[in-house]
Structure formats: C-alpha cells, structure tokens
T-cell receptor, first 111, second 113 residues
C-alpha cells in the first residue's frame, strides 16, 4: 500500500520568511495530493490540493509542487504570518483507496 | 451546509465501559471515514464506507472496535470494552469519493480512565 513520509517534523521560521514542507510517496499510481492545516485543538482543514496532471498550483501565499518522477511533492508558504502556525499534513491517494497521511509538520512562525 | 457533525465533542469514561461515537456526514458525500489521531501514531484510518457499505476495516485495532453506517446520514463507531490506550481524538470525515478532498468533523476527544 501507499506510504507517505513527511519532513521536517518541526519547523520554525521568522515572520515574513518562507516555509517549505516536503513529502515523498511510494505508490506510483497515486494521483491526488492534498495538504491539510490543523490548528491546535481543531479539525484538519484542506488548504490546497494537486492532481498528477499538474506540476504546480498556487493560491495566494500557498503553493504546491509535484514531481511524479521522483515521487515527491512540497508545500511552500511565502511571507509567513503568525496565523500560519499550525500542524500541516500531506496526503496521497491513487483515487480508489483512502488518503494516506504523513505524520505532520509543526510550523511555528515567530513574530 | 453544517459540515460533518460529530458527537460528543468530549467523552470521559471508565475502563471497561462501552463508548459510542456518532457522525453525520455532509449530504451528498458518498464516502465516510473514521480516523484516530494520537501524538505517537498521527492520523490512522480505522475504517471507511462507500455508499453506506464498509469497504476496508483493516485499520480497526481490535475486535473491541466496531462501526456501522445504517444510512447515508449517520455512522457510529463503538468501542466495547474501552481501555485507557484507546484515549485519542477520533475524527469522522466525508467526501464525494475516496479520491477527493475530505471534510473532517470537529472530532471526539476520548479519555478512558
């Protein structure tokens, strides 16, 4: 089955700097790659996703890139703000089986 | 739409007691998932349903865990008997299908003492 590895497990950045979180997956059939943000004590919420026919997708300060050959995808957050502090999860799925999540990255944005 | 609704939000119970967690998915979503979240193991898939039918329960840790989905708008996860190691946050999520983005409920924080 699918296996998703996520790095780093913790990340601290200064406000205004960029943050990058990376994930690798094992199943070459995976074609859907969402990212979730979970604030303390709250539910995971979908913030951006990408499908395998696209190499990059942007939404304001957030972007996701996908390299299918290397089987890795990344989340990029630019101009970080204190409200970006949360745990971020990547996930992957070939479409006919449920999402497999990474272990999460705790991002701290220091004002 | 009110989103995915879970109840209760918090549950504290004594070891050996039966616990029932409830979930109402988003109307029109055909897939429903139960996840357990702990610091050590992250988000673990316990079981999922497509069109009310259980598809894969290989993530259910033991026979003490069971789940049902009697109709498209309701699902339960039951633990009987409960043990302290079952303490975790249990999330229900729904989606149009297994390959779409999931919407999570607010979760149930279970504490077994």
């Amino acid at each position: 089955g699918e296996n998703v590895e996520q790095h780093p497990s913790t990340l601290s950045v200064q406000e205004g700097d960029s943050a990058v979180i990376k994930c690798t997956y094992s199943d070459s059939a995976s074609n859907y790659f969402p990212w979730y943000k979970q604030e303390l004590g709250k539910r995971p919420q979908l913030i951006i996703d990408i499908r395998s026919n696209v190499g990059e997708k942007k939404d304001q300060r957030i972007a996701v890139t996908l390299n299918k050959t290397a089987k890795h995808f990344s989340l990029h957050i630019t101009e970080t703000q204190p409200e970006d502090s949360a745990v971020y999860f990547c996930a992957a799925s070939p479409g006919n089986t449920p999402l497999v999540f990474g272990k999460g990255t705790r991002l701290s944005v220091i004002a | 739409d009110a989103g995915v609704i879970q109840s209760p939000r918090h549950e504290v119970t004594e070891m050996g007691q039966e616990v029932t967690l409830r979930c109402k998915p988003i109307s029109g979503h055909n897939s429903l998932f139960w996840y357990r979240q702990t610091m050590m193991r992250g988000l673990e898939l316990l079981i999922y349903f497509n069109n009310n039918v259980p598809i894969d329960d290989s993530g259910m840790p033991e026979d003490r865990f069971s789940a049902k989905m009697p109709n498209a708008s309701f699902s339960t996860l039951k633990i009987q008997p409960s043990e302290p190691r079952d303490s975790a946050v249990y999330f229900c999520a729904s989606s149009f299908d297994t390959g779409s983005g999931y919407t999570f409920g607010s979760g149930t924080r279970l504490t077994v003492v």
